[in-house]
């Protein structure tokens, strides 16, 4: 007896051992499946020789095959097998059209709060079966290294990256604004005026950075009393009257009637949040769509009368 090399069968012998087995003849076998009658024998023809043995024993004439035992038990497999392809191929349609897998978003504090819940929510609604799993940090080169390295499929960040590493989608520029404690005047402070004063700031972080070499720049020798990567702790010691403090206008929460959002004059460079992807990587088919939504939100939430750059 011939020794089996299963690995030689192919799915059409599969699907011929199938379609003969449910229709009892090689015939209606070889109409279901859209081929000649011949085709679908040497397909079974092949298949045995795989196998070294008989799948049906043919009686002739009107009576139909019959499956041998070693018939039945591939017969089992095949069923398996084929329920399997058919599975990968919804679950492939699925994937094409966004409706299933995993996008993993790299994200900082500001967007999270004012931005990314947004757009959660609306992917929840349009594609419900894919995953979205966001990871923070306000260090941009986290991001940015997360990006590379695959462990994030985009990322939101602030300010410049290499072009020819990434593509980049640019999202708002996001205007300084200083918090000051209610009653302060609501028109725009001198920022020279905050040389010495008490600030609450950020700690180490990307937007930090801009803050304080901003401010350097304009002669501005920050003062920090207070500092945290919390920004409602910020608004906090702002609102409690500890000082004042510097911030993106994204991480202000404006329904606080407790303190004031000032403009600065003359005003730091605004920051640049920007959506990125490395270069040359297939993505899931719905972060294209992602990547739509958070252009469209970013446009609603930034400050109205911010230069765009």
Known sequence: MASANLRD???????ALQAVAEEGSFGRAAQ????SQSAVSQQIGALERVVGESVFDRPGGPRPVELTPVGCMLLDHANAVLSRIRQAEDDLERLRHGGSGRLVIGTFQSVSVRILPTI???????VPGVLIKAVESDINEDLVAGVDSGDLDLAF???AVPSDHFDIIHLCSD???????????RSAIATESLSGAALIGEGVGSCSALIEDG????GVLPDYVFRTN???AI????RAGMGHAVMPYLAVDESDQSVVVRDMNPPLPPRRIDLIRRRGRTLHPAAQRFTALAVEVAAKVTKPTMIAV
């Open 120 to 126: 959660v929510q609306r992917m929840r609604s349009e």
């Open 9 to 15: 069968l192919e799915i059409r012998h599969l699907q």
């Open 235 to 238: 608004q906090a010691m702002v």
């Open 230 to 232: 919390d920004n409602s």
């Open 32 to 35: 279901r499946l859209g081929f």
């Open 215 to 218: 401010l350097r720049a304009m």
């Open 157 to 159: 960040i602030v300010g």
């Open 175 to 185: 205007p300084f604004v200083v918090l000051s404690a209610a009653p302060a005047p």
